[in-house]
Nanobody, 116 residues
């Protein structure tokens, strides 16, 4: 089992920056891919970015060039640096971990609100 705790959400003006952090606990040595998803108001959850244990990253087109995902394998934390934020980035952001057995784990979510 893996537990994920997110932090770093909040309210920011358009053009501003926020950094989200995700700290896993439990069976962290079995984690392969970590990532961030988001769920805008009234919409379904969508992929934002992922990063493998080897450091390969993937970004949704909507955040490329603005968001950066990074991972500290020693502490198994994953960060999402969000720059040039837009009102359409407003959502609940969820940390995700996928283990080598293809089990998915989710954090409780953190609210990010970008005002125009």
């Amino acid at each position: 089992q893996v537990q994920l705790v997110e932090s770093g959400g909040g309210l920011v003006q358009a053009g501003g920056s926020l950094r989200l952090s995700c700290a896993p606990s439990g069976n962290i040595f079995n984690i392969n891919v970590m990532g961030w998803y988001r769920q805008p108001p009234g919409k379904t959850r969508e992929l934002v970015a992922t990063i493998t244990k080897g450091g390969s990253s993937y970004y949704a087109d909507s955040v490329k060039g603005r968001f950066t995902i990074s991972r500290d394998n020693a502490q198994n934390t994953v960060l999402l640096q969000m720059n040039s934020l837009k009102p359409e980035d407003t959502a609940v952001y969820y940390c995700n971990a996928l283990d080598w057995g293809s089990l998915n784990y989710w954090g409780q979510g953190t609210q990010v609100t970008v005002s125009s």
